[in-house]
Structure formats: structure tokens, C-alpha cells
């Protein structure tokens, strides 16, 4: 396809660009989705029900919609960021709602008697959390929380709806010059492909090497 050869400086660092997209996104995803998780097995209702109203609310919201008003909308109010850290913030906020669910039913799949042993030798909730539950918790959600960062990298493409120069919107750019989508957005979605490829070969060795250790 000498179209993707001709334009191979464009769409690479278009895939640059997604690589970064996701992996920031993901990361602050987790921290956040840890946070969320903290709050919806809180023994204090109030808590419970932030931590429900968060998930309940990203997961019945579009991506794009979210995408559109923050960057719209947040200059109107005085914030302002650039292209690339609104999209990363706005798509963290976003996976972080799949990442709580995932990791609750991880949390979920802890024997109640593992939290009981934490208290009785007098750890607090946070402490409980942290060192006897969530370690356990992560090795049976090791799959879901791949799957959930292949949703992240497939959703970065939504950022070049607002401006953010990702694969995604340099394939366009290129397919504007050169008018041969076909071969371009081929090209786009194998990389597209070949990043959920690796992300499960990776999520898969990783899974099978901690049920060997539990």
C-alpha cells in the first residue's frame, strides 16, 4: 500500500499519539477507579452512594458527549487546558466508572472472613482495603481490566472528534490529501487491532502467572 508508505511519518506519530492517549488514560483510570472502589464497599452509606451515583452516572454517559463538554465547556468557566490533557482527564473520569465495577467484583469475590481477620488484628478499613483485600481482589480482574484498557485505546479515537491529532485523525488528514480510504483506514484499524492483540497476549500471560501463584 504505498499510500501508508507515503504518509508513514503522519500516521506514525498519529500512533505515538494514541500509545500516550491510552496508557495516561489508563493509568489514571486505575488510581481513580481505586478511589471509587474504596468508596462504593464503604461500611458508610453516604460514601456507598457517591461511589454508586459516580459509576452509574460514566457508564450511562457517551464518551463523545463528555469529550464535546469539556472542551466546550470548560473554557467558558475559566479552565484551561490543552487539547491533549482535557482528552486524557475526560477519558480517565470516563474508564474509571468500568474499572470501580470490575474491581468491586473483584473485591466482591474476597471471602467476607479476609476482612474479618484484617479487623480483628486491628487494621482499619483503608488498611484492610489496601493490604489484604484489593491484592487479592486484582488477580481474579486481570482480564476484565485488560479488556477495559483495549476499550480505552479503541475510545482515544474519539478524541480526534475534538482536535487531539491521534491515529485516528491523521488517517483522516492523510485520506483528505489523497482521497483512498480504503487502504488508509485498513492500515489504521490493523494497528488499531495489533494494540488489543498485544494487550490480551500481555492480560493473558499475566492472568495465568497469578493463578499459578494464589
Known amino acids: 500500500m504505498p499510500v501508508l508508505l507515503d504518509h508513514l511519518p503522519e500516521l506514525w506519530q498519529g500512533l505515538i499519539v494514541t ?19 474504596a468508596l462504593r ?14 459509576v452509574e452516572t460514566f457508564q450511562n454517559l457517551p464518551l463523545l458527549v463528555l469529550l464535546v463538554l469539556a472542551f466546550f465547556g470548560l473554557p467558558e468557566i475559566g479552565v484551561q487546558a490543552g487539547l491533549m490533557t ?9 474508564e474509571a466508572a468500568y474499572i ?13 472472613g ?8 486491628g487494621l482499619t478499613f483503608g488498611q484492610s482495603l489496601r493490604h489484604v483485600i484489593l491484592p487479592q481482589a486484582l488477580r481474579t480482574v486481570v482480564q476484565p481490566l485488560g ?3 483495549i476499550a480505552t485505546a479503541m475510545n482515544t479515537a474519539l478524541a480526534a472528534a475534538v482536535g487531539v491529532v491521534d ?9 483528505l490529501v489523497e482521497a483512498q480510504p480504503i487502504p488508509i483506514f485498513v492500515g489504521a484499524g490493523v494497528a488499531y487491532a495489533l494494540i ?13 502467572r497469578l493463578v499459578i501463584l494464589r
Not at 86 to 94: F, G, L
Not at 167 to 175: E, I, P
Open 19 to 37: 500509545l500516550q492517549l491510552t496508557a495516561a488514560s489508563f493509568a489514571g483510570a486505575a488510581v481513580l477507579g481505586v478511589l471509587v472502589t
Open 41 to 54: 464497599v464503604s461500611p458508610v452509606r453516604v460514601l456507598r452512594a457517591i461511589g454508586t451515583a459516580y
Open 86 to 94: 482535557t482528552a486524557i482527564v475526560v477519558i480517565a473520569v470516563y
Open 100 to 112: 470501580a465495577e470490575a474491581l468491586r467484583s473483584g473485591v466482591n469475590s474476597v471471602s467476607k
Open 114 to 121: 479476609q476482612g474479618e481477620a484484617a479487623r480483628a488484628i
Open 147 to 149: 479488556n477495559i484498557f
Open 167 to 175: 491515529l485516528t485523525a491523521a488517517a483522516h488528514r492523510v485520506n
Open 196 to 208: 488489543a492483540a498485544v494487550a490480551g497476549f500481555v492480560t493473558g500471560r499475566l492472568e495465568r
